[in-house]
């Protein structure tokens, strides 16, 4: 507990013949005040298990071998708490970060450790919990002449992982794409979801009724930044639109922006509304509307002096 440096944890006594968990919440101080208590839960069959409380920068990886763990040091993700669960087999606890990572992050990274090094992928999360050293495992598979094996603790430095910051960089980066498809996907839901009529004045609603009328001709391969600029020129020149609603729809609503103009979003929509609103063909359609408009205004006035 000492090695993982979090002010309080989870202890998990799992129940032997429900499975079910009974949780408690404690710092370290408490957990160790209730030692009477948790062997005596153990010795009635229930296995102890342990974790990290709220935030921090911690992961498990489970169901390693001795190997393992070692390569896992020597590529420089040394284990901060080494526990053997059972004979052969091992948990370490990873410090990736002295400062909390997100719950996504943590899940991540522990996919990516327990896939390279042979880890448990079903324990790779950022809410598992892993065994409490100086207890019994329960299961009956390590069952040995009538007695249980005792969950060890080994090396237990607390060491953070040097190797911890190109890992999570990668975890980032992962985290961006998957934000990004994420998003996507809500911007093409909506798209397709639109009402096809024109209803009120929203730049945003009329951005997804064109795109759903442009998506459905060319499909969802359609070149997206292609299609921004068609939507952008006719609400340009259908006169209901500003060029900040112009670029308000296309930056609330374009499929994938996240990711075809990471960095630039807010400039790429600006520069694509006000180059279609300045478009020489735009300029002279909202001409000859307002010429339009003048002529059907005189000849209004003329039927009323009539």
């Known amino acids: 507990m000492k090695a993982l440096d979090v002010p309080r944890f989870e202890v998990g006594i799992r129940e032997a013949k429900t499975g079910q968990m009974m949780n408690r919440e404690w710092s370290r101080a408490e957990v160790e005040q209730s030692a009477a208590w948790l062997k005596r839960m153990n010795a009635k069959g229930n296995d102890v298990y342990i974790r990290p409380a709220g935030e921090h920068g911690l992961v498990l990886v489970d169901d390693l071998t001795a190997d393992k763990v070692f390569s896992m040091a020597k590529d420089g993700f040394p284990s901060a708490a080494t526990i053997e669960t059972s004979p052969g087999n091992y948990q370490t606890w990873v410090k990736l970060s002295d400062k909390p990572l997100s719950d996504e992050a943590r899940t991540v990274a522990a996919r990516l450790l327990a896939k390279h090094y042979g880890g448990d992928l079903n324990s790779a999360d950022s809410k598992h919990y892993g065994r409490l050293a100086g207890f019994t495992n329960q299961k009956p598979k390590h069952t040995r002449d009538g007695r249980q094996p005792y969950v060890l603790a080994h090396e237990c430095t607390g060491k953070a992982a040097t190797a911890a910051p190109a890992l999570l960089e990668r975890v980032e980066q992962g985290l961006d794409k998957a934000g990004a498809q994420k998003e996507r996907q809500r911007r ?69 922006v996240e990711s075809r103009k990471a960095g630039h979003i807010e400039d790429y929509a600006r520069r694509t509304a006000e180059k279609a609103w300045n478009a020489p063909e735009t300029q002279q359609h909202r001409q000859e509307q307002a010429q339009e408009k003048a002529r059907e205004a005189k000849r209004d006035r003329g039927q009323s002096l009539g």
Do not use: H
Not at 197 to 223: C, I, V, W
């Open 188 to 256: 093409l839901e909506a798209i397709q979801a639109a009402n096809p009529g024109y209803g009120s004045y929203d730049p945003t609603r009329e951005y997804q009724r064109q795109a759903q009328r442009l998506m459905a001709k060319y499909g969802d391969d359609a070149d997206l930044s292609r299609m921004d600029w068609m939507i952008a020129q006719d609400m340009a020149k259908g006169g209901r639109f500003t060029v900040q609603d112009i670029e308000k729809g296309i930056r609330e609503c374009s499929p994938n």
